[in-house]
Every structure is written in structure tokens, then in C-alpha cells.
């Protein structure tokens, strides 16, 4: 198949995804909620964007309406006279106001809103009505547990309390739901219902580069502990990968565990591979190596990656070489050269292709058609609150569509809330260019690198 067959293919399927999806809006943009008016404020002005972001990473902490409107003031006194007069009706005025009262309301009511969209519930518990509801709309999951870089072991230990719970608790009520059974009949990855991504560094305070022998021997430890409870309960575990700082300890502990005699009968360990890595090819081709070693096909979930922002400053300050791609087409690029990489491997890997961008998605679907493999050998993935109606269109297509999704108290969830507004709210964000600038589909189809200066938004 040549590729100009192949990219004509690609245009024709992503056409029909986005015929599919039509106007309907994920919640997070849509302006009828506040927090899609907040999205659309935040994409139109970008000096309130990055002061109401500070606001959120903050809101947290604050007790009281008297310290919400004052940091209501401090922070958005400039930028919130851009937007409307509504919006700056409660700035600049005495903080033991009733303006100040009411608008402390709204700004806790609009961000909480904004959470509850992101993040299905506190506990194990109070998310399995969400859990279920996706399942009967025939979509997986695979759940997150808010929380990272503990302080100290107190905190890693309640933190590994709450994944031992978490597997409990679905392993004990999920296989009970009628919709547990599988969505795609012979898929290796939705042979159980129950899939927990763990946070690796999180399990462990001293988790740093410059103790790498000892993260590696105890977070080995902590998720061994986690398997043997994931066996009993039939419950697929993913590594998530995090930034260059952790990705080396995450990785070795992956082999470590899952390479070792008592697990390499564990069906389909899963691991995450960030295309916007340079060395993220190198790595999956080392992963493959694994799976052959182990004798047992492993999952690689295949993202672009979330930390490009933070590391990018981080190397900047200190005149360090940038591990990560710095131009949005060679991340995409990348993406879809380790996609025919993992389609070209189905003996030795499960691949789950993590991302919102239609092209990206397109291509993985369409190199798999050419090559006739089956739907049910792989699988995408998609975050849970913000592209809904694009998992639901790959779905009536015959994909398996598994949500992200994140579980958590607001004020732990409140990096992760942020992390994703600021890459959804981009001026490179396929969901921005998708939902809210209704930017030419053929544009947004077109191969990675075809519009360098630009490049191709994900």
C-alpha cells in the first residue's frame, strides 16, 4: 500500500469521524457550563488564562470567602476587565463585601463544576456509578488515583492504601455489572473490566534519579504487593510514565517486576511510551525486547506525552539539552511511525493509542485496515470530560475506546485539573481547533510536518 493511498484513506476515515461527531461538544467547552465559559475566555484572552489559572492551582488552599476574593482581586484585577463587565464585578472591592462574598461563590461553584467534569468521584466508591454508566454506554476505563510526588512515607503509604482499596473494591463489584462483560468479543485487552493506572513515583518519597538503586528496590517491592492483589482480582495494571526525571526508575521497575519469574504469566502488564520523547522510539523497540524476553505480549499505551510545558522551562533554566521534541509536527510524526512499530508487532504487544487528535487516531485505525488486523487487536484511549464525542464516533465505528479516568480529592486533583486546561486550551490543542476555532477538517487531517510552521495540532 503506498502512501499517498494511505494518506487519501486517512482523509476519508477522519472525514467520517468528524461527520460523526458534528457540533456536540465535550462539557469542557461547552459555554452553556461556567467552566466552558471559563475555556472560551481562556482561549480568547491569554493574560486571563494564565491569572485564573494561578487562581485554580491556589483555590484549594484557601478557607474562607475573605481570602478567595482577595485572591480573586490580586490575581485577576487586570485581565478580568478583558472579558466582560460581569466578570469583573467582584474585583477590587472590599474583601468582607457581599460583592466579594457572592463572587467567592461563583468562582468555587465554577471551578468545582470544572473538577467534577474531570474527575469521576473522591473515592472507589462514589465513582462506581460513573464507572458503570461508561460501561453501559460500551465504554472501558482504566482509573487514576490523584496524587504525586509524596513528601514523605506517610504519605506514600496512604497512597498505596488507596490503590489496595481501589482493587478491592472493583475487583469485588465490577465483574457483577451485566456490562462487564466484553465490549469487543476477543479483545485480550477487555477480557476483564477493571483496569487501574498506577502512579509509580508516588509509592515512594525518596523516589529521585540520585537514588536510583533504591527507588528501583522499593517501588519493585510496592508494586509487586499491588500485581499479586491485581491477579486475585483480575484487574490490568498500567505504569503511567511521568517526566525524564522519574521515566528511568519507572521503566526499570516495569522490567524488574514484570520480566521476574512469578509475574510473566500476568496477562498484558501495560506501560506508557510519550512519542514527544526523542528517545521514545529506542524505548519501544527496548519494551518489545522485554515482551519477548518475558514470553508473554505486554500493552503499551502510546501518548504524545503532558509534561512538555514544565520540562521545557525546567531545561531552559539551566541551559540543559531538551529530551522532549520542540516542534508539535516531530512529536506527531514520531507518534505515528511507533504506531506501525506496535501494529507490526501484535505477537509481542497490545497497543493502546492515547490521544484526541482525529489524524493521529485516523492513522492508526486506517494502517491497521490496510494490513488486516483486526479491531479487537488494539484499542484507544481517550481523558474522561474531554472528548466524549470522539470516543463515542471511534466507538460506533467498532473500536475499543477506554477513558482515563482520574479519581481524587480537588485539592490533590488540582495539578492534574490545571495540566489539562493549559494543554486544552493551547493554541495547538486538537481539542481547541476540534470544538472552539471549528478550524478546515482537511487541515486537521493533513500529514505531521506537511505545515511546519505552524505544525500539526494534537
Not at 483555590?59 to 475573605?66: F, G, K, Q
Not at 524505548?283 to 510545558?309: H, M, Q
Request: hydrophobic fraction near 40%.
Amino acid at each position: 500500500m503506498t502512501s499517498a493511498q494511505l494518506e487519501e484513506d486517512i482523509k476519508v476515515f477522519g472525514k467520517k469521524i468528524f461527520e460523526q461527531i458534528g457540533k456536540t461538544q465535550p462539557s469542557a467547552f461547552n459555554t452553556s457550563f461556567w467552566s466552558g465559559k471559563i475555556m472560551e475566555w481562556s482561549m480568547q484572552f491569554p493574560t486571563f488564562k494564565t491569572d485564573m489559572f494561578r487562581l485554580v492551582d491556589v483555590l484549594p488552599t484557601l478557607n474562607s470567602s475573605r481570602s478567595i476574593a482577595a485572591h480573586v482581586s490580586e490575581y485577576l484585577k487586570d485581565s478580568a476587565k478583558e472579558i466582560h463587565g460581569l466578570a469583573s464585578w467582584g474585583v477590587n472591592v472590599p474583601p468582607d463585601s457581599l460583592r466579594a462574598k457572592a463572587t467567592s461563590f461563583a468562582v468555587k461553584q465554577g471551578v468545582g463544576q470544572m473538577a467534577k467534569q474531570f474527575i469521576a468521584g473522591e473515592t472507589p466508591k462514589q465513582a462506581l456509578k460513573e464507572l458503570k454508566r461508561l460501561r453501559n454506554s460500551r465504554l472501558a476505563f482504566t482509573v487514576d488515583l490523584l496524587g504525586e510526588y509524596c513528601l514523605s512515607e506517610k504519605e506514600a503509604d496512604e497512597y498505596f492504601n488507596r490503590y489496595v482499596e481501589a482493587l478491592q473494591v472493583f475487583g469485588d463489584t465490577v465483574p457483577g455489572w451485566p456490562s462487564a462483560q466484553p465490549i469487543l468479543p476477543g479483545h485480550p485487552g477487555d477480557r476483564t473490566a477493571i483496569c487501574v493506572s498506577v502512579k509509580l513515583s508516588a509509592l515512594y518519597s525518596q523516589c529521585y534519579s540520585l537514588n536510583y538503586k533504591k527507588s528501583v528496590e522499593v517501588l519493585s517491592q510496592r508494586l509487586s504487593q499491588l500485581v499479586r492483589i491485581a491477579q486475585e482480582k483480575d484487574v490490568q495494571i498500567y505504569c503511567d510514565a511521568e517526566d525524564t526525571g522519574h521515566n528511568g526508575i519507572i521503566y526499570q521497575v516495569f522490567r524488574e517486576v514484570f520480566g521476574s519469574e512469578e509475574f510473566r504469566s500476568y496477562p498484558y502488564p501495560g506501560i506508557v511510551v510519550q512519542a514527544y520523547a526523542k528517545n521514545s522510539m529506542a524505548l519501544t523497540k527496548s519494551l518489545l525486547g522485554l515482551a519477548k524476553e518475558r514470553g508473554g505480549p505486554i500493552a503499551i499505551r502510546l501518548v504524545k506525552g503532558a509534561y512538555w510545558d514544565a520540562e521545557t522551562v525546567s531545561c531552559s533554566q539551566r541551559n540543559w539539552e531538551n529530551p522532549l521534541y520542540t516542534q508539535k509536527y516531530e512529536s506527531d510524526k514520531n507518534y505515528e511511525e511507533i504506531s506501525q512499530l506496535l501494529l507490526s508487532n501484535l505477537d509481542h504487544v497490545l497497543p493502546a493509542f492515547g490521544s484526541h487528535n482525529i489524524r493521529s487516531l485516523s492513522h492508526a485505525c486506517v494502517f491497521a485496515a490496510q494490513h488486516n488486523i483486526p479491531k479487537n487487536q488494539f484499542e484507544l484511549q481517550m481523558l474522561y470530560g474531554m472528548a466524549e464525542p470522539i470516543a463515542k464516533a471511534f466507538e460506533k465505528e467498532g473500536y475499543l475506546v477506554r477513558l482515563y479516568v482520574p479519581l481524587g480529592e480537588l485539592i490533590p486533583g488540582m495539578g492534574y485539573l490545571v495540566r489539562r486546561l493549559l494543554e486544552n486550551t493551547s493554541n495547538e490543542s486538537f481539542l481547541r481547533h476540534t470544538f472552539y476555532d471549528d478550524k478546515a477538517i482537511d487541515e486537521l487531517l493533513i500529514a505531521p510536518g506537511t505545515l511546519k510552521k505552524n505544525g500539526v495540532p494534537s
